[in-house]
């Protein structure tokens, strides 16, 4: 349950707003740290529970102009700097995008700045041609992906990692100094429905979040994918109960 800030009453689930990342999104325009500043504090206003911004560079689609965004982890931390109340959060960072031991460290300095209200949304990443542009690795997304997530959470809950995999290594690596919360920030995967990265996520995360087009944005489809979910997890020994959810709504 959370308290509605304006009316004080109990609502029975937590309510967010994603923000637009990508150029031509605020009506045709392109949001600047003015805008994003703005929309921040009015989120925070209206009594909403979280802030989420997407993590693209560079995106193309056929037939249409490119559209670049502003990079995530700044923007989420200029948001930590400027906000009290709300959670903050990337909707979610690609672990291709950055070393994995820095993404831990970014997320540690953000939670740092935020007083502790970041939680840190991580998942393979799919948009193509932005990976070429960038030059970053698109195979094996999945694989590198699970060595990725087990050096940062090592670091985020333990503070330490020690780490020597086929894509990633990390040699005897801290995190220090630590921030707010001694066992580290709450870390939420983001998946479509592909059975490896749910167990992934069974295995390793504390939240569990699902796109809007794997439910085709409809109530009536999440219970099969959240039975679905309950079922990895008791594979593993885990209590599905112990794994938070959310879920992506297009409006």
């Given at each position: 349950?959370?308290?509605?800030?304006?009316?004080?009453?109990?609502?029975?689930?937590?309510?967010?707003?994603?923000?637009?990342?990508?150029?031509?999104?605020?009506?045709?325009?392109?949001?600047?740290?003015?805008?994003?500043?703005?929309?921040?504090?009015?989120?925070?206003?209206?009594?909403?529970?979280?802030?989420?911004?997407a993590d693209h560079l560079l995106m193309r689609?056929?037939g249409h102009e490119p559209q670049g965004a502003?990079?995530?982890?700044?923007?989420?931390?200029?948001?930590?700097?400027?906000?009290?109340?709300?959670?903050?959060?990337?909707?979610?960072?690609?672990?291709?995008?950055?070393?994995?031991?820095?993404?831990?460290?970014?997320?540690?300095?953000?939670?740092?700045?935020?007083?502790?209200?970041?939680?840190?949304?991580?998942?393979?990443?799919?948009?193509?041609?932005?990976?070429?542009?960038?030059?970053?690795?698109?195979?094996?997304?999945?694989?590198?992906?699970?060595?990725?997530?087990?050096?940062?959470?090592?670091?985020?809950?333990?503070?330490?990692?020690?780490?020597?995999?086929?894509?990633?290594?990390?040699?005897?690596?801290?995190?220090?100094?630590?921030?707010?919360?001694?066992?580290?920030?709450?870390?939420?995967?983001?998946?479509?429905?592909?059975?490896?990265?749910?167990?992934?996520?069974?295995?390793?995360?504390?939240?569990?979040?699902?796109?809007?087009?794997?439910?085709?944005?409809?109530?009536?489809?999440?219970?099969?994918?959240?039975?679905?979910?309950?079922?990895?997890?008791?594979?593993l020994g885990r209590d599905p109960g112990t794994?938070?959810?959310?879920?992506?709504?297009?409006?």
């Amino acid at each position: 349950m959370t308290v509605d800030s304006l009316s004080g009453r109990k609502r029975p689930l937590k309510i967010g707003i994603m923000l637009p990342e990508s150029e031509r999104e605020m009506a045709g325009k392109t949001a600047g740290w003015a805008d994003f500043l703005a929309m921040g504090k009015a989120i925070e206003e209206l009594g909403f529970d979280s802030l989420w911004f997407a993590d693209h560079l560079l995106m193309r689609v056929p037939g249409h102009e490119p559209q670049g965004a502003w990079e995530s982890m700044a923007v989420l931390s200029a948001f930590a700097a400027t906000t009290e109340r709300i959670t903050l959060a990337p909707f979610v960072a690609a672990t291709a995008y950055r070393n994995p031991a820095l993404t831990a460290k970014i997320a540690e300095t953000i939670d740092e700045i935020s007083g502790g209200r970041f939680i840190l949304g991580l998942g393979s990443g799919w948009a193509k041609p932005e990976y070429e542009a960038f030059g970053y690795p698109y195979d094996l997304r999945a694989s590198r992906f699970e060595e990725a997530v087990q050096i940062i959470t090592s670091l985020i809950r333990t503070g330490r990692a020690d780490f020597q995999g086929a894509y990633y290594s990390a040699n005897h690596c801290e995190l220090r100094p630590r921030g707010p919360r001694p066992e580290g920030m709450p870390i939420m995967i983001g998946t479509f429905d592909g059975e490896r990265m749910m167990r992934l996520t069974a295995k390793f995360a504390d939240h569990w979040n699902l796109w809007a087009n794997v439910t085709g944005n409809r109530a009536a489809n999440i219970p099969a994918l959240r039975d679905r979910m309950d079922g990895f997890c008791r594979e593993l020994g885990r209590d599905p109960g112990t794994l938070e959810r959310s879920v992506a709504v297009l409006v």
